[in-house]
């Protein structure tokens, strides 16, 4: 591929800070199972994080973008964009950007906005954070990929769809954490995963899901940035692609030449669930929690409908004095909660009496 058709900035940029939140709640899929199945069956995870009665996108979101200020050492008022990516933001209409930039003091100056492409959504705002950083327009802008698990009882979703995301703080490359080296975008019209207007769970193509949408977007996109920065799976020291399941991430990673070791620090779906638009995003926050200045890193999201988000990027010496300012993803991961399928229902309104 030629590389004119890499996202290039006029400026470069990098990630300045970044946090991740998970709720402290985990489900068990076995038991999602003994409810459903009798026990029967493999189970696609261990377990999933559950969001409490009083968290939604926007409290999620509030706790991550903390941490990510606390990482990038700036003030809150010279952000001059808060973007929240998801697919369940707490209101149809009225954003929840605005509710983020106002309980971390980014008002009135800014601009604010949700964004929405499935599971991707969170990269989507990152793309969108590098244009506005690399234009010159804004000295700092806020991406954010966070959700709350939607899933029909008894579905394969009920199992892995789990709840969390991460923030991440875009500014000049010179103070990043991280340099944002490209990136590339690749989508088509494929209707994978959808819900429409007044449903209240998303519907699925089941196993249309994985070839012509999952795997077809994330190698090509995956490939096409590699091909244009003249990299092989060699060159990184680590990679992460979104997470629907435990099976799909692997098995892309060896589509694309990766080994299992490049992939098993990101690989968080086991035991916190598919956090759809933080899905890709929070597994890159536990990477940047164990890695060195100078890994380099291949970050490539999905988002049904479909499309996909690739990032080539490289950690700086700045990592290391400033990623301890806030708890680390491990650390969300380590609280824990244990609940039955009754507390679950509760917790998230599945149990409709009228």
């Known amino acids: 591929m030629n590389d004119a058709k890499l996202l290039r900035p006029v400026q470069a940029v990098g990630i300045i800070g970044y946090g991740a939140y998970?709720?402290?709640?985990?489900?068990?899929?076995a038991e999602v199972a003994r409810v459903w199945t009798g026990g029967e069956g493999g189970l696609p995870i261990k377990e999933k994080a559950v969001a409490g009665i009083d968290e939604d996108v926007a409290t999620m979101s509030i706790e991550a973008t903390r941490n990510a200020l606390a990482r990038a050492g700036v003030s809150p008022d010279q952000i001059r964009a808060v973007w929240v990516g998801s697919e369940s933001h707490p209101y149809a209409v009225k954003p929840t950007s605005t509710i983020v930039a106002e309980a971390i003091g980014a008002v009135p100056n800014v601009q604010a906005a949700d964004w929405q492409f499935a599971c991707k959504a969170g990269t989507e705002a990152m793309v969108a954070a590098i244009g506005l950083v690399g234009s010159g327009m804004a000295p700092y802008a806020m991406a954010i990929g966070m959700d709350i698990a939607q899933g029909r009882p008894g579905d394969a979703l009920e199992y892995t769809a789990g709840a969390g995301g991460a923030a991440f703080i875009l500014g000049r490359a010179e103070e990043s954490l991280v340099k944002i080296n490209a990136a590339y975008s690749?989508?088509?019209?494929?209707?994978?995963?959808?819900?429409?207007?007044?449903q209240r769970y998303p519907e699925h193509g089941q196993r249309f899901t994985g070839e012509p949408a999952y795997f077809a977007h994330i190698t090509e996109a995956g490939k096409a940035l590699m091909d244009a920065v003249g990299t092989t799976a060699a060159d990184y020291q680590y990679a992460v692609f979104h997470q629907?399941?435990?099976?799909?991430?692997?098995?892309?990673?060896?589509?694309?030449?990766?080994?299992?070791?490049?992939?098993?620090?990101?690989?968080?779906?086991?035991?916190?669930?598919?956090?759809?638009?933080?899905?890709?995003?929070?597994?890159?926050?536990?990477?940047?929690?164990?890695?060195?200045?100078?890994?380099?890193?291949?970050?490539?999201?999905?988002?049904?409908?479909?499309?996909?988000?690739?990032?080539?990027?490289?950690?700086?010496?700045?990592?290391?004095?400033?990623?301890?300012?806030?708890?680390?993803?491990?650390?969300?991961?380590?609280?824990?909660?244990?609940?039955?399928?009754?507390?679950?229902?509760?917790?998230?309104?599945?149990?409709?009496?009228?």
């Open 22 to 29: 998970v709720p402290r709640y985990r489900l068990p899929a």
């Open 186 to 198: 690749y989508v088509t019209d494929t209707p994978d995963f959808w819900r429409r207007a007044h």
């Open 244 to 354: 629907p399941n435990t099976k799909f991430p692997q098995r892309v990673a060896a589509m694309l030449g990766f080994k299992p070791e490049q992939t098993a620090a990101g690989l968080l779906v086991p035991v916190i669930g598919n956090t759809y638009a933080g899905a890709a995003i929070i597994g890159l926050t536990a990477i940047l929690d164990v890695a060195r200045p100078g890994d380099r890193i291949l970050l490539v999201s999905f988002g049904s409908g479909a499309g996909s988000d690739a990032f080539d990027l490289e950690v700086t010496e700045a990592i290391l004095d400033r990623r301890d300012r806030a708890p680390s993803t491990q650390a969300y991961i380590d609280r824990r909660t244990e609940i039955d399928y009754a507390t679950y229902t509760r917790m998230r309104g599945k149990l409709l009496m009228k």
